[in-house]
C-alpha cells in the first residue's frame, strides 16, 4: 500500500483510544499488524489492510473485514511489525499498540526503528513519541519539554537549545544516556553521528515533530550503511 498522506500502523498491545485518534488525526490511512485488526475493531476503527502471520487474528475479524483485507505473510524470521512495515509506504508511518503491553515486544518494536533508518517512523507509546534521529533535525518545542535521547550503540550528537548540551558527550547504552532532558529557548537542533540514536518528546510535541521531520534529510537504508546486515 502506498499513500501521498501519513498511514497509521496499529498491533495487538493495547493501543489506547486516545493514542489511534493523534496518530489518525495526521495519518488517516489504517494498517493492522495481525491481531492489531482486533484492536481496531474494538475501538470502531475499520483496517483497510491485515498484514501479518495471522496467528492473533481472530475469526471475527476475519469475517468482518473479510479476505480482501488480509494479506497472510508466513515468514517466521520477522516480526509483525516489520511485516506491515513492509507492506506499506507512505511520507510518515505513525505506529501505535507495538509497545508497552510486553516489554520484549517493545523492544522488537526498537529493534525496527533500527533497521529502517530511512523511514519516517514513529512510535506512539501513549505517553512518548519514539523515533530514530534522523542526520539533522529541528523541533521548535517549548521551554521545558522533555528531550530524552538513547543511544543503541556509541556514538556522539552535537546539540542546540538543550538544557544540558550533548556536544562534549560520548553517549553509549552502557555508559553515558541522554535522557531527561529539556528544551531550554529556541529551537532544538539535532544532529547525531549515526543512525543510531532514539529520541523520545511527548506526545503533546507531535505537530512539532511531524514540522521538523518534513524538512529533516533521511538517513540511507540499512543496506547502503551495513551491508552485512541488510
Not at 132 to 151: A, H, I, K, N, Q
Request: some cysteine; hydrophobic content about 45%; proline content about 10%.
Amino acid at each position: 500500500m502506498t499513500k501521498t498522506q501519513g498511514i497509521t500502523l496499529i498491533g495487538g498491545g493495547a493501543p489506547g483510544g486516545e493514542s489511534l485518534r493523534r496518530a489518525l488525526s495526521v495519518a488517516p490511512h489504517l494498517v493492522a499488524a495481525d491481531g492489531g485488526a482486533d484492536a481496531a475493531l474494538a475501538l470502531g476503527y475499520r483496517p483497510d489492510l491485515v498484514v501479518g502471520d495471522l496467528d492473533s487474528l481472530s475469526d471475527a475479524a476475519r469475517e468482518t473485514l473479510g479476505p480482501g483485507r488480509i494479506h497472510h505473510d508466513p515468514d517466521q524470521e520477522t516480526t509483525d511489525f516489520d511485516k506491515v512495515l513492509a507492506a506499506v509506504s507512505a511520507p510518515v508511518l505513525i505506529a501505535v499498540g507495538f509497545t508497552g503491553a510486553r516489554l520484549d515486544h517493545t523492544l522488537a518494536a526498537m529493534s525496527t526503528l533500527a533497521r529502517n533508518p530511512e523511514r519516517r517512523l514513529i512510535l506512539d507509546t501513549g505517553e512518548d513519541l519514539c523515533l530514530l534521529c534522523p542526520p539533522e533535525l529541528d523541533l521548535r518545542l517549548d521551554p521545558g519539554t522533555r528531550v530524552s535521547l538513547y543511544p543503541l550503540a556509541p556514538l556522539r550528537c552535537a546539540s542546540n537549545g538543550l538544557e544540558w548540551p550533548t556536544d562534549p558527550l560520548r553517549f553509549d547504552p552502557l555508559g553515558r544516556i541522554g535522557t531527561s532532558n529539556a528544551a531550554r529557548t529556541g529551537p532544538v537542533s539535532l544532529a547525531p553521528a549515526a543512525p543510531q540514536m532514539l529520541l523520545l518528546i511527548p506526545v503533546a510535541s507531535l505537530d512539532a515533530l511531524l514540522a521538523g521531520l518534513a524538512e529533516a534529510p533521511s538517513w540511507p537504508a540499512l543496506s547502503q550503511i551495513r551491508p552485512d546486515l541488510a
